[in-house]
């Protein structure tokens, strides 16, 4: 585990595998796909505006949330192509694909901030993922070297208040366990917070030295159930937070429901967005 100092405390990347974790998780992801992850993909490809015939790269493509939308709006005669670190991401959005008889579509298995294609793209879009990035700026960088000039980076990110109070209960519940991660700030939380408003995401994003940017405010409350809540800590980068022991994960497990429980069932998430769009000089 890598750490740097913030003032809030240390900033830990985590020493385990995002893409193993992801793809333990894939199950439980995807039982969020038809409240979240699907709703917000549909936003950020039109946000993007992509036309038919042209290529577009969706960076850490998940289960096709993005994927399959844009193969859509391109058409037969344009591409995309989706990289992933989890294989089993990666298998839930081939199957999807293979349902919608599309053809004009790739999926690679690998790290995008260090991927490199065989071509450059008119759109790369990056569905509530840049704050894994470690670094963030330079993860973000290499996406826009993958955009031909004029090309456009379309994403989305958390509004600062987003995700709570489910955040501050897993982390709350997996201290427990594991006490280290007391006054730790995970590293995609101290990304989110650099991105959390629109006028800091703007700015981060001229700062690439990209132009037109718009950032748009999306609102989303959503309710969910505690055994909701948990699929999401168990299908998510929340995982990553759990101990490595089943017996300490099924006590994480009890404490966490127990505390969304005495919030009272359903409980509110805030799951408010930004989405930017930006085109590259």
């Not at 992509?50 to 591409?79: F, H, I, M, N, R």
């Not at 994403?155 to 955040?167: D, Y």
Request: net charge negative; glycine share 8%.
């Amino acid at each position: 585990m890598s750490t740097t100092t913030h003032s809030k405390g240390t900033i830990s990347m985590s020493a385990r595998d995002p893409g193993l974790a992801f793809t333990d998780g894939a199950l439980q992801f995807e039982s969020w796909s038809e409240t979240l992850w699907d709703p917000a993909a549909r936003t950020v490809v039109q946000q993007a505006d992509l036309q038919p015939g042209e290529t577009v790269l969706d960076a850490c493509c998940g289960s096709g949330a993005v994927t399959v939308p844009a193969a859509q709006a391109v058409g037969p005669e344009g591409s995309v192509d989706g990289v992933d670190l989890s294989s089993g991401l990666l298998a839930l959005a081939g199957k999807k694909l293979a349902a919608e008889r599309i053809l004009n579509s790739t999926l690679t298995h690998a790290d995008v901030t260090q991927w490199r294609g065989h071509r450059t793209y008119d759109a790369v879009l990056c569905s509530y993922s840049v704050f894994f990035f470690a670094p963030m700026d330079e993860g973000v960088d290499h996406l826009v070297s993958l955009l031909r000039p004029g090309g456009r980076l379309v994403l989305n990110t958390w509004v600062a208040g987003a995700l709570s109070p489910l955040a501050e209960l897993i982390l709350q519940a997996a201290v427990i366990e594991r006490p280290r991660l007391a006054n730790v700030v995970p590293l995609a939380n101290h990304n989110m917070e650099m991105i959390s408003s629109a006028e800091l995401l703007s700015n981060w994003l001229e700062q690439r030295g990209l132009n037109s940017v718009r950032v748009s405010t999306h609102p989303l409350q959503l309710s969910v159930s505690a055994e909701m809540a948990w699929a999401l800590v168990m299908g998510s980068g929340w995982r990553t937070l759990l101990p490595r022991d089943p017996e300490a994960i099924a006590r994480v497990r009890q404490n966490f429901i127990s505390s969304v429980l005495q919030l009272g069932e359903p409980v509110a998430f805030n799951s408010d967005t930004l989405v930017a769009t930006a085109i590259k000089p």
